[in-house]
């Protein structure tokens, strides 16, 4: 059970760049 609850605070780090960089990408596009 660690190993599991290790690796989903590891994707929950992650998550939170990647909903940064979808915004970023969708002002982009919405920019052009």
Not at 4 to 32: A, D, T
Request: net charge negative; proline share 3%; hydrophobic share 35%.
């Amino acid at each position: 059970m660690a190993e599991i609850h290790s690796r989903n605070e590891v994707n929950h780090e992650i998550e939170h760049p990647s909903e940064y960089f979808w915004s970023l990408c969708v002002f982009l596009n919405n920019y052009h």
